[in-house]
């Protein structure tokens, strides 16, 4: 009887291989073989699935986000307008160990948008899908008054979603003068100016 396969299993274990790669060693680390072995998978089945290190990358970015999209659903589906916000924001920025691996990923790939192409549009269309998110949340806490009404939904997308990303980064950087407590402060003050 022929082995079946489940290829998004498989596909998910070499993504979350290139996470823990990167994260351990750096983008210079990745390779396929290193990718193939960390998955404890075969390096020829990688082929079956990937071309490069580019691709694996790419893929791996895309597996974290879609990840974090199914919890970002999650928050809005449980709270609404700011809190959903608060919960977004804090996802996306805090640093600790679970998200660490996915935060070192994502600046290998910044690193690879700011250089190629390829990179730039997959960061731009995963930028304007997150940045349209929180404007649908802002929206959604100007109609219950949590919010000022005269606020800008589409700048202050942008500028939560710029203030989250800078500071995960910083967080990232600097972890003993950011650690998730005083980055949940820093969180909970900025939503203060916004009510």
């Known amino acids: 009887m022929p082995k079946i396969v489940d290829h998004e299993a498989q596909r998910a274990k070499f993504a979350e291989a290139v996470i823990r790669l990167v994260a351990r060693d750096g983008f210079e680390g990745l390779t396929m073989r290193a990718v193939a072995a960390e ?13 490069s290190k580019d691709e694996l990358l790419m893929h791996a970015v895309q597996y974290s986000t879609s990840r974090q999209t199914i919890r970002a659903n999650e928050y809005s589906n449980r709270w609404g307008g700011l809190k959903a916000l608060e919960h977004l924001l804090c996802d996306d920025a805090l640093i ?3 998200t660490r691996d996915d935060a070192v990923v994502w600046l290998a790939f910044m690193y690879k948008a700011a250089r190629e192409e390829a990179f730039a549009k997959m960061h731009t269309e995963l930028i304007d899908g997150w940045v349209a998110r929180i404007r649908q949340i802002l929206l959604e806490a100007r109609d219950r008054e949590e919010i000022r009404r005269d606020l800008d939904p589409d700048g202050e997308a942008l500028s939560a979603w710029a203030f989250s990303l800078g500071l995960g980064q910083q967080a990232l950087l600097h972890p003993k003068t950011l650690p998730p407590a005083r980055q949940k402060q820093l969180i909970s003050e900025y939503l203060d100016k916004l009510r």
């Open 39 to 51: 998955a404890g998978l075969s390096y020829g089945s990688l082929f079956h699935y990937f071309d």
């Open 96 to 98: 600790d160990p679970g």
